[in-house]
């Protein structure tokens, strides 16, 4: 069964979901290359135009007419939503060894991972990679007064 990746605009080459063939969608209008659809949850997305054929069994485009001219999608909004740079450290507090690590002689490495909300809090913070005796616990604890 062949998917097709969705995308969020055509200036951001980065999949957000897929369709799996034979799924049909609510085609809004064409956009040069691309088709912009409405997806499930009522939200507007892009396929590309060449990925989806009105009879099922089929990968021809479907019968919409092109744009006259040549088609340059508008980055401007979807740019302007983008950070402007990578975050940066302002505090960044060092996990404390816990007792029960120390304890029984472990030492290692916790991976992490999270995300830094626009107002430069650390949310969703999840341990990758634990450690266990203690370890785990200390990243989120850190990391949930971390700043940028």
Same mark, same amino acid.
């Given at each position: 069964m062949s998917v097709i990746a969705v995308y969020e605009h055509p200036c951001n080459p980065k999949p957000v979901a897929e369709l799996k063939c034979?799924?049909?969608v609510d085609v809004i209008t064409r956009e040069g290359s691309w088709l912009k659809i409405r997806s499930g949850d009522n939200t507007n997305?892009?396929?590309?135009?060449?990925?989806?054929?009105?009879?099922?069994?089929?990968?021809?485009?479907?019968?919409?007419?092109?744009?006259?001219?040549?088609?340059? +999608?508008?980055c401007e909004a979807l740019l302007s939503k983008? +950070?402007? /740079?990578?975050?940066?450290a302002l505090y960044n507090p060092d996990p404390e060894c816990p007792?029960? #690590?120390?304890r029984?002689?472990?030492s290692g490495t916790v991976l992490s991972s999270l &995300?830094?909300? &626009? %107002? #430069?809090?650390?949310? %969703?913070? &999840?341990? &990758?990679? +634990?450690?266990? /005796?203690?370890?785990d616990e200390q990243p989120v604890r850190s990391e949930n007064r971390f700043r940028h």
């Open positions: 034979g799924e049909a997305r892009y396929i590309s135009y060449y990925s989806v054929s009105p009879i099922k069994k089929y990968s021809l485009p479907i019968a919409l007419s092109a744009a006259e001219g040549t088609y340059e +999608p508008n983008l +950070p402007t /740079h990578s975050p940066i007792e029960e #690590g120390r029984a002689k472990v &995300t830094v909300g &626009t %107002d #430069g809090l650390a949310y %969703d913070v &999840t341990v &990758t990679k +634990p450690l266990w /005796h203690g370890f």
